[in-house]
């Protein structure tokens, strides 16, 4: 069962443009959300996180929107800029699950000049 | 964050052969995990590693496969048994740190590849 399920699959943006990455989740009980960004060859690095107490998150371009009566969560990267190409994998957790992330099934963005 | 160093980088191994991954940390950290992931696949759970005491098993893996050591709070060992050529995979260990809950860091990964 999926759990956490992530769309879309691959996505090809202009430089400049805004990248948008959707989360939707299954079990209420998740109340960590993080999206991590993996280069190839690389292990995948924390990029920003969300809790549900607040519908918004923003660090420079990176911003998580969040909707939790609809269970959907999504990433926005503003100004994408070509070094922004890399795979985006969504996650969350759950209060007392001993912090083990259920991941989505990764985004693979291309941002062209 | 932490620095976390992932031995070895890459393997090429044969059937039925076993290797053992290294995961070290510079600092004490209070979870470790062991993800895999299958080429252009996500992040599947394996275990959590456990000090001084046998690792936690996610449903389908189990610890005659890949058994697990952690002797402290900075290293965890993951151990790939019997290799079979699906078993290639990357291999990442993950850390949570002390006074950030919930966050996990990532190792570099080790690139299996079972002949």
């Known amino acids: 069962q999926q759990q956490v399920k992530q769309s879309p699959q691959s996505l090809i943006v202009q430089k400049g443009g805004i990248s948008i990455i959707n989360c939707a989740y299954e079990?209420?009980?998740?109340?960590?959300f993080p999206w991590y960004q993996q280069f190839p060859g690389k292990g995948p690095a924390l990029l920003i996180a969300?809790?549900?107490?607040?519908s918004e998150k923003k660090e420079g371009r990176f911003t998580i929107s969040f909707n939790k009566s609809a269970k959907q969560f999504s990433l926005h990267i503003m100004d994408s800029q070509p070094g922004d190409s890399a795979t985006y994998f969504c996650?969350?957790?759950?209060?007392?699950?001993?912090?083990?992330?259920?991941f989505g099934t990764g985004t693979q963005l291309k941002v062209e000049l | 964050s932490a620095v976390i160093s992932q031995k070895p980088s890459r393997d090429i191994c044969q059937r039925g052969t076993s290797l053992t991954i290294q995961c070290q940390v510079d600092?004490?950290?209070?979870?470790m995990f062991w993800y895999r992931q299958q080429p252009g696949q996500s992040l599947t759970l394996i275990a959590t590693?456990?000090?001084?005491?046998?690792?936690?098993?996610e449903s389908g893996f189990v610890i005659d496969k890949f058994p697990i050591s952690r002797p402290n709070l900075t290293f965890s060992t993951l151990t790939v048994s019997n290799m079979s050529p699906e078993d290639s995979s990357i291999y990442l260990c993950?850390?949570?740190?002390?006074?950030?809950?919930?966050?996990?860091?990532f190792g570099p990964g080790t690139r299996l590849t079972v002949l």
């Open positions: 590693a456990n000090q001084g005491s046998e690792a936690t098993y």
């Open positions: 079990n209420t009980a998740f109340d960590y």
């Open positions: 996650a969350a957790s759950k209060i007392g699950g001993g912090n083990k992330l259920t």
């Open positions: 600092s004490q950290v209070t979870m």
């Open positions: 969300i809790r549900p107490d607040v």
């Open positions: 993950s850390v949570g740190m002390p006074g950030v809950p919930d966050t996990q860091y």
